[in-house]
């Protein structure tokens, strides 16, 4: 299975041939740490209460795009106010982004290869191997926003990451965007997701509001 940030990931890509959209690079590191932190609190490696997050379980997961995000939130130094999550992580998000690249090019869902920009510039491209994975994490929210599928907790997440970091109009038409972004605030509000991601997605999207204009 693949995890929260690796799908945000996918969700990213414009095309199979490995092109990347377009997201202001603030917004892009607070949705792959926002991506962390949702993949921990699913593996209910996190807990809170109305003022605190704080780390019930700081053992390495074994996963490289995981684990800076969860020795942070362990430190003594961390502030476990909720509306500071954001802030104190951002800078974590592009080694998060560049660790799901490498996991799934570790597992053949996309090849890095390598050309050059203007003639000179040398840069990377990851086109998906057959595209699968890719499709289905998109279809799987179609579904979902547009038809009467049920979310899993992972939908519910990465449709608040597609949202918030103004990514939906990349998947959705934009003849069924109201319907997408009506069904997104009900699922995000829904209880079947279970209260832990529900509480996470709500902190997500409420410290991104209050991110400092300094990070974002």
């Given at each position: 299975m693949l995890t929260v940030p690796e799908e945000f990931l996918l969700l990213t890509l414009k095309d199979e041939d490995g092109g990347f959209v377009d997201i202001p690079l603030e917004y892009q590191r607070a949705g792959f740490v926002g991506?962390?932190?949702?993949?921990?609190?699913?593996?209910?490696?996190?807990?809170?209460?109305?003022?605190?997050?704080?780390?019930?379980?700081k053992t390495p997961t074994g996963n490289a795009a995981l684990d800076p995000v969860l020795a942070r939130m362990s430190a003594p130094d961390f502030d476990?106010?909720?509306?500071?999550?954001?802030?104190?992580?951002?800078?974590?998000?592009?080694?998060?982004?560049e660790q799901s690249l490498k996991r799934l090019c570790d597992k053949k869902v996309l090849i890095e290869t390598e050309g050059r920009l203007l003639w000179f510039l040398k840069t990377r491209r990851y086109p998906a191997a057959g595209g699968k994975e890719m499709r289905e994490v998109k279809l799987r929210l179609l579904e979902v926003l547009l038809r009467d599928g049920a979310p899993s907790p992972r939908d519910c997440c990465?449709?608040?990451?597609?949202?918030?970091?103004?990514?939906?109009?990349?998947?959705?038409?934009q003849s069924e965007l109201k319907l997408a972004r009506e069904r997104i605030d009900r699922f995000s509000r829904t209880e079947l997701i279970g209260q832990n991601v529900k509480h996470y997605v709500e902190i997500f999207e409420r410290a991104m509001a209050l991110a400092t204009p300094a990070h974002m």
């Open positions: 991506a962390a932190v949702m993949e921990l609190a699913i593996e209910r490696r996190l807990d809170n209460d109305a003022t605190r997050v704080w780390i019930v379980d476990s106010n909720p509306d500071n999550l954001i802030d104190q992580l951002i800078e974590l998000g592009d080694t998060v982004r990465l449709m608040s990451l597609a949202e918030t970091c103004g990514i939906i109009s990349q998947i959705v038409p």
